[in-house]
């Protein structure tokens, strides 16, 4: 994921906190979605808007998708009132020296697979937002379409995000670097170290998000 610069985004002195880290682990409280008393659960048919009353356990399961052109990077979390935790992230790596057409095909089967097994609730991926090079966004855009259809084919509701907006629903600093939003998913997560590599880590943060702005009715 490219991490664009901030350097026009309003900043009050005051508010701001000087590390993003040491301001998440002071104010933060993990319970990111905050839903009403009276809401419950849907049916597992109907994927979108699945809720349940406070009072019950409740889990919802939200992937994150960071498309490339040679790696795509997933994140699997769930959360409850009393936090997040990471159910699974890694890489699918497209074969090389293979037929574009074959390469779509395999990205598609993978990715059905990967839902049909984790079963989540509502999907979030990264919002094409800049590339230098023409031919690359061509190739990202493609892989992002088939992800897209995999998604949408399982019945899921697929959000995307910029990578700022990433940046802002994780830390609530628009300014934090590639260091510090991957520290603070590691917090959030309760994870032993940081997800490697980085476009896993880059995938939690966009589940993360996602959690972080869903509206579930």
Same mark, same amino acid.
């Given at each position: ?11 009050? *002195?005051? /508010? ?10 002071? !104010?933060?409280?993990? =319970?990111?979605? !905050?839903?009403?008393?009276? =809401?419950?659960?849907? #049916?597992? @048919?109907?994927?979108? @808007? ?6 019950? +356990? ?6 994150? $998708?960071?498309?490339?052109? /040679?790696? %795509?990077?997933?994140? %699997?979390?769930? +959360? /409850?009132?009393? @936090?997040? *935790? ?5 890489? &699918?790596?497209?074969? #090389? ?6 390469? $779509?095909? =395999? ?10 097994? !984790? ?9 094409? &937002?800049? &590339?230098?090079?023409?031919? +690359?966004? /061509?190739?990202? #855009?493609? %892989?992002?379409?088939? $992800? +897209?259809? *995999? ?19 994780? =830390? ?11 520290? $603070?998913? #590691? ?19 966009? *589940? %993360? ?9």
């Amino acid at each position: 994921m490219w991490w664009p610069p901030c350097r026009n985004l309003p900043c009050d *002195a005051k /508010t701001v906190p000087t590390t993003p880290l040491d301001d998440y682990k002071k !104010h933060s409280d993990k =319970s990111a979605i !905050h839903l009403p008393e009276n =809401s419950r659960a849907t #049916s597992r @048919g109907s994927k979108v @808007g699945r809720i349940a009353d406070l009072s019950t +356990t409740f889990i919802v399961k939200i992937i994150g $998708i960071d498309p490339g052109t /040679t790696i %795509i990077g997933y994140g %699997i979390i769930e +959360t /409850t009132p009393k @936090g997040f *935790a990471c159910l699974d992230y890694g890489v &699918f790596r497209t074969p #090389s020296n293979t037929a574009n057409q074959d390469k $779509i095909v =395999s990205i598609y089967n993978f990715f059905e697979a990967l839902i049909k097994k !984790h079963q989540p609730d509502k999907a979030g991926i990264e919002k094409l &937002f800049f &590339f230098k090079n023409a031919k +690359t966004i /061509t190739q990202v #855009s493609e %892989i992002k379409g088939v $992800i +897209t259809l *995999a998604l949408a084919r399982q019945g899921l509701e697929v959000d995307e995000f910029t990578p700022l907006q990433v940046k802002q629903a994780v =830390s609530n600093y628009g300014r934090a670097d590639k260091k510090q939003i991957q520290k $603070i998913i #590691s917090l959030i997560l309760g994870l032993k170290e940081i997800p490697r590599p980085d476009d896993a880590a880059d995938a939690l943060a966009i *589940a %993360i998000c996602c959690a972080n702005t869903a509206k579930w009715t």
